[in-house]
């Protein structure tokens, strides 16, 4: 059969992390090129705990359908969290789903939106299905550079700006306040969406918690996601939209139509390991762990690369960001690495304008520290050839 696909399947193509993840069938490759949380984080006993006491005492409700707008008991405990209405929050299957839901209410084919320079892959894959119009705005070691935000702001009257403020994905890099102040700001000035993605926040290792763009602002310009994916369970699939109720509205109906509901089960289980106790101590663990690999893979950098690579030093977050000679370029670099079984994202995947061909992406929390050793001599090897 001959299929007449939607145009708006046109120049797309799968992600370069799930490639990258058919790699680790084979056993001997050390992949650094994942946004996995270490499996040994996973607060398994808990959960396996909860999930039974769950269906033990309740089935049916954990295993019949539930309201599109989340579970309530979860709703609550997250309106008390973040200073809400429970009507201002949409929970969703990962913050993956809010950002299609986000598309999905606010874009019409041709419309602009506004990202980081370079910014997540995954947002940008989502983001391209409504097929808009998609400028990068620049960014230095302090986030988003805001004098090229107004520009671009005034240029091109973007729908939103996808921003993510706290160890940014790929750089690790983190919005300093004043700049977070200044895109609530501008949000305001020019009546403008932004939507602030925060998945890694609770996951620093160092430095002073910043408050997030949506709790500077105060007229409703901005919704933040969400997520229990790096902090919990990526597997869970729970995560939240926060935001105006006219907007969350919209979410809400986008959702009836494709997942209905994020499992109540699911939901349940987050809601109870929340009320348990136990969350907090859990993160303060991770946290430990994270930090003992993030000091050791940035300790293996300094020690192994050549002088002519630079590289972020996040104070939180799953990443850091590598940045080679001029003219070396990193998808070449991948496939060699490859071949002596290392492997990382090229940079050229998140960027949506402008790629940087020299950069790629690295993850210090899945791999433990023996193995990210044998894994970046490995690479400051394939590396020190090309130059």
């Known amino acids: 059969m001959e299929f007449s696909f939607a145009e708006r ?10 490639a990258i ?50 579970y309530s008991p979860l709703k609550e405990e997250l309106a008390a969290m973040y200073n809400v209405n429970t009507d201002m929050i949409q929970i969703t299957v990962g913050a993956q789903q809010a950002l299609d839901l986000i598309s999905k209410a606010m874009l019409n084919k041709g419309d602009c939106i506004l990202v980081e ?24 070691s302090e986030g ?12 091109y009257s973007p729908k939103f700006l996808y921003v993510i403020p706290s160890f940014q994905n790929p750089t690790g890099i983190t919005t300093s306040l004043k700049r977070r102040q200044a895109i609530s700001d501008l949000a305001d000035k020019y009546n403008l969406l932004v939507v602030e993605d925060d998945p890694y926040g609770k996951l620093r290792y160092e430095g002073s918690e910043l408050p997030s763009i949506f709790s500077l602002n105060k007229t409703g310009s901005v919704v933040y996601l969400t997520s229990f994916s790096k902090t919990i369970s990526p597997g869970l699939r729970v995560a939240a939209a926060i935001g105006a109720q006219e907007l969350i509205q919209k979410l809400t109906i986008g ?20 009320k348990s106790g136990g969350y907090e101590p859990h993160i303060e663990n991770m946290c430990r762990l994270y930090k003992a690999r993030r000091d050791n893979m940035l300790k293996l ?10 590289y972020t030093h996040p104070e939180g977050g799953l990443f850091l960001w590598c940045t080679l000679s001029e003219n070396t370029d990193a998808t070449k670099v991948f496939k060699k690495a490859v071949e002596n079984k290392v492997a990382f994202v090229p940079g050229i995947s998140f960027y949506s304008e402008n790629p940087k061909k020299n950069t790629f992406r690295l993850n210090f929390s899945f791999v433990n520290e023996e193995k990210a050793k044998t894994g970046i001599i490995a690479l ?8």
């Open 117 to 140: 320079n370079p910014t997540f892959l995954g947002a940008l894959q989502t983001f391209k299905m409504y097929q808009p119009s998609i400028k990068a705005v620049e960014t230095d």
């Open 9 to 18: 399947f046109e120049n797309m193509s799968g992600s370069a992390i799930r």
């Open 144 to 155: 988003i550079i805001i004098s090229d935000l107004e520009a671009k702001i005034k240029k």
């Open 301 to 310: 950098l300094s020690e192994h690369m050549p002088d002519n690579v630079s």
């Open 21 to 70: 993840f058919a790699l680790l069938k084979d056993p001997e490759i050390i992949s650094f090129g994942g946004g996995n949380p270490a499996g040994e984080a996973f607060p398994s006993k808990q959960l396996s705990d909860i999930s039974k006491k769950l269906l033990d005492s309740s089935p049916q409700i954990m295993l019949q359908y539930g309201q599109t707008e989340g």
């Open 380 to 387: 400051a090897k394939v590396i020190k050839e090309f130059n």
């Open 255 to 274: 959702a009836q139509g494709t997942t209905v509901h994020c499992p109540i089960l699911n939901q349940a289980m987050v809601y109870e390991f929340l």
